[in-house]
């Protein structure tokens, strides 16, 4: 997996004060996306131990809500092993903290994925230009949905998500 940047203390890409790991590779490639320096699977940095310790690190401090995962595409196939792998292990070492999950794919597509038992939101959906809206907490166009994963899954039927108490959309 590679990577372009890990943000902290960021408060635009998700509930809470959080670390944001963007990760390279995404096949989306949205018209007028904010980060088209990502699309490359092969751009950026190695993701390596030295990185894994930095988000480690802004995890282990009280006031940090969790992790996000944006891009790129965390989904991209260049990135779903080892991110989900991150995810296992954040969930282990720091149980308390939240993961969101920022994807062009929609959940019908990754309901199933085995990464999903560790995301707690997801947002999902090819950003549409057409649909922007800048008064949208969490997501850029309308068409995005910030599902509550874990009580999603809990349902008879998974495909109908349950979208986060704090969406406003």
Same mark, same amino acid.
């Given at each position: 997996?590679? =990577?372009?940047?890990?943000?902290?203390?960021?408060? !635009?890409?998700?509930?809470?004060?959080?670390?944001v790991?963007?990760?390279?590779?995404? @096949? +989306?490639?949205?018209?007028e996306?904010?980060?088209?320096? #990502?699309?490359?699977?092969?751009?950026? !940095? !190695?993701?390596d131990?030295?990185?894994? %310790?930095?988000?480690? %690190?802004?995890?282990?401090?009280?006031?940090?809500?969790?992790?996000?995962?944006?891009?790129?595409?965390? !989904? +991209?196939?260049?990135?779903?092993?080892?991110?989900?792998?991150?995810?296992?292990?954040?969930?282990?070492?720091?149980?308390?903290?939240?993961i969101?999950? =920022? #994807?062009? =794919? @929609?959940?019908?597509?990754?309901? +199933?994925?085995?990464?999903?038992? =560790?995301?707690?939101?997801?947002?999902?959906?090819?950003?549409?230009?057409?649909?922007?809206?800048?008064?949208?907490?969490?997501?850029?166009?309308?068409?995005?949905?910030?599902?509550?994963?874990?009580?999603?899954?809990?349902?008879?039927?998974?495909?109908?998500?349950?979208? +986060?108490?704090?969406?406003? @959309?």
């Amino acid at each position: 997996m590679r =990577y372009h940047n890990i943000t902290k203390d960021d408060m !635009l890409n998700g509930d809470g004060l959080r670390v944001v790991l963007w990760v390279a590779g995404c @096949s +989306h490639c949205c018209k007028e996306c904010h980060n088209p320096i #990502t699309w490359d699977p092969n751009g950026g !940095l !190695l993701f390596d131990e030295d990185a894994k %310790e930095e988000i480690f %690190e802004q995890l282990e401090k009280p006031y940090i809500s969790g992790i996000t995962f944006s891009g790129g595409d965390p !989904l +991209h196939s260049a990135n779903r092993l080892e991110v989900r792998k991150l995810m296992e292990e954040i969930k282990e070492k720091f149980p308390d903290k939240t993961i969101w999950l =920022y #994807t062009g =794919y @929609s959940w019908e597509e990754i309901w +199933h994925y085995p990464m999903m038992k =560790y995301v707690d939101v997801v947002v999902d959906g090819e950003f549409k230009i057409e649909l922007k809206d800048p008064k949208l907490l969490w997501k850029g166009s309308s068409n995005q949905r910030v599902i509550n994963v874990q009580e999603t899954l809990k349902r008879t039927d998974p495909l109908i998500p349950i979208l +986060h108490c704090q969406d406003y @959309s």
